[in-house]
C-alpha cells in the first residue's frame, strides 16, 4: 500500500488523514501530543478547538456555512464530529468541544488506514509525500525547518481566546436568555448594561493590565487578526466600538419586561449540558487577576467562576501565493503539502477544508494520479485559488467568503443575499458532482 505522512492531528492534519485514508492511502500520522504542547493546547486529543467552540454559521447564504455544507456533503471528518458533538447555538453550529475532539481521535486512531506515532518532527523528507498540518503554533524546530524551505517567507499575528464561566456561578437575576430579533431558539445568555454601567466597564477595561507574551513570543511586534482581536484592542479604537461589536444591543430584549439595554455581554453555550459558558467576541489578552475583576464588573457575572481565563498567543502563516499551487502543494517540491492556518485560510473550518483538499492531493500523488483541483465554483475551491493566487504583496489571513468566489454569469434580482444564495445553489450542484467522482476514484 503507498504510504504518505501527515504532520499534526488539529482539524487539517486530521482531515487530510482522514480523506487520504479513504482513498486507500496508508497514513503515518505524527502528533506531538501529548509528549508535548504548544502554550495553547491543553487536551491530548486530535482535533482541540483552542480559541471557541463556535464553527459560526450554519446558513448557506454564508461564506462559512456554504463551505461547512460542501465538507459535509462529502464526508468530511471534522463536519462529522460537528453533526455529532452540537451544542444549542441559534444560527450557528457550536460543539462541544471535548466531546468533539474525543469523536475524531476515536475515530482517527481506529482507522485501519491510519497510524499514530506520538512524536514532535522537526524535519520534512523532501523524497517522501508529507502534509505539514502543525498549525499556527508549530514547534520551534519545525518552524526553522519550514522556513529554511521555504526561503524565509514566513508572517505572524497574534491570536486570542475567550474566557468560559460556570453556568452555575451566573447570576440569572440579572442576565436573561434570549436571540436577537427571536430567530431560533433563545439559546444565548444575554448580561444587560445601561449606560452609565457600559461607561464604568470601558473605562476599566481599556486600562487594565494585559499578560505578558510567552517568552517564545518576545521581540515581535504585536500584530492581531480582525476575526479574533482581544476585546480590550478592540476597546481602545473607541468608546462604542463594542456596542457595535460583540456588545452590539441590537435586536435583544428581555423577554420578561420588552426592555431593551444600551449594551449586552452575550455568552454562549461549551457543552451540551450548558454548566460551561463563554464569553462571546471576549478573547482577551489580560492577566488572570484583570479578566476577574474586570469582566466581574458585567451584570451577572459578579460572582462568576471562572473555568479558563482568557489568553493569546502567536499565529504563524505563510505568503502562500508565493509558494503553493491551488492543490496546497509546494511549487518547489510538489511532494510536500501544507494546511491549516499557516496556508493563511483563518478559522476552524476553512482549516479542515485546506486539509481536505491537501489530504486528498497527496493520495493523488501517492497514487501516482493527476492532481485533483476543486473548482473556483465551489467555497472549498475558491478559498483554494485564494490562497495560491492571491495578492503576495498585501496576502492576509481569509475567513471563507462570497468575495473569492467567481461571479455568477447572470445579475440575481433580489439583493446580496438572493445572490449568495444563487451562488449557494450553484456551489451545491458542483459539489455533488465532485463528491461522485471522488468516490469512483
Request: aromatic share 10%.
Amino acid at each position: 500500500m503507498k504510504n504518505i505522512n501527515v504532520y499534526g492531528a488539529g482539524l487539517a492534519g486530521s482531515e487530510a488523514a482522514w480523506q487520504a485514508a479513504k482513498l486507500g492511502v496508508h497514513v503515518t500520522l505524527y502528533e506531538m501530543k501529548p509528549n508535548k504542547k504548544s502554550p495553547a493546547h491543553h487536551s491530548d486529543g486530535f482535533a482541540e478547538l483552542v480559541c471557541s467552540n463556535s464553527l459560526r454559521s450554519a446558513e448557506f447564504t454564508n461564506g462559512s456555512g456554504l463551505l461547512k455544507e460542501e465538507m459535509f456533503r462529502m464526508g468530511s471528518i471534522i463536519m462529522e464530529a460537528a453533526k455529532s458533538t452540537q451544542v444549542a447555538a441559534g444560527g450557528a453550529l457550536a460543539v462541544d468541544r471535548h466531546l468533539f475532539s474525543a469523536y475524531v481521535t476515536e475515530k482517527i486512531r481506529s482507522n485501519p488506514n491510519i497510524t499514530v506515532i506520538e512524536q514532535e518532527m522537526v524535519s520534512i523528507p523532501e523524497d517522501e509525500i508529507t502534509v505539514v498540518a502543525t498549525g499556527p503554533l508549530t514547534s520551534d524546530g519545525l518552524a526553522k525547518e519550514i522556513k529554511d524551505i521555504i526561503g524565509g517567507k514566513s508572517l505572524y499575528f497574534y491570536d486570542a481566546a475567550a474566557p468560559i464561566v460556570d453556568f452555575e456561578s451566573i447570576d440569572m437575576t440579572k442576565a436573561f436568555f434570549a436571540s436577537r430579533y427571536d430567530k431560533g431558539t433563545p439559546d444565548y445568555i444575554n448580561c444587560p448594561m445601561n449606560e452609565a454601567e457600559y461607561k464604568a466597564f470601558y473605562k476599566e477595561l481599556i486600562n487594565a493590565e494585559e499578560a505578558k507574551l510567552h517568552d517564545f513570543e518576545s521581540g515581535d511586534k504585536l500584530k492581531v487578526f480582525e476575526g479574533c482581536m482581544p476585546v480590550e484592542v478592540m476597546a481602545k479604537r473607541g468608546e462604542d466600538t463594542l456596542r457595535f461589536g460583540p456588545m452590539k444591543p441590537v435586536g435583544i430584549k428581555n423577554p420578561e419586561t420588552g426592555e431593551e439595554y444600551y449594551a449586552i455581554v452575550q455568552l454562549r453555550k461549551e457543552n451540551e449540558e450548558g454548566s460551561m459558558y463563554n464569553l462571546v467576541g471576549f478573547q482577551t489578552h489580560l492577566t488572570w487577576g484583570e479578566q476577574k475583576r474586570v469582566f466581574r464588573m458585567i451584570p451577572g457575572l459578579e460572582n462568576a467562576d471562572f473555568l479558563r481565563y482568557g489568553v493569546m498567543h502567536r499565529n504563524t502563516f505563510m505568503c502562500s501565493p508565493d509558494l503553493l499551487d491551488a492543490d496546497y502543494s509546494l511549487r518547489s517540491n510538489g511532494k510536500i503539502y501544507f494546511a491549516g492556518q499557516m496556508t493563511g485560510v483563518e478559522g476552524y473550518i476553512e482549516s479542515a477544508a485546506s486539509g481536505f483538499v491537501a489530504g486528498v492531493n497527496a493520495a493523488m500523488r501517492a497514487l501516482d494520479k493527476p492532481a485533483f483541483v476543486f473548482p473556483r465554483e465551489m467555497m472549498m475551491g475558491a478559498m483554494a485559488y485564494y490562497v495560491s493566487h492571491g495578492d503576495k504583496t498585501i496576502f492576509q489571513p481569509m475567513n471563507a467568503n462570497f468575495g473569492v468566489m467567481p461571479a455568477l454569469s447572470e445579475k440575481v434580482k433580489g439583493g446580496k443575499k438572493a445572490r449568495n444564495e444563487a451562488l449557494a445553489v450553484r456551489a451545491l450542484a458542483i459539489t455533488d458532482d465532485i463528491k461522485t467522482k471522488l468516490e469512483n476514484l
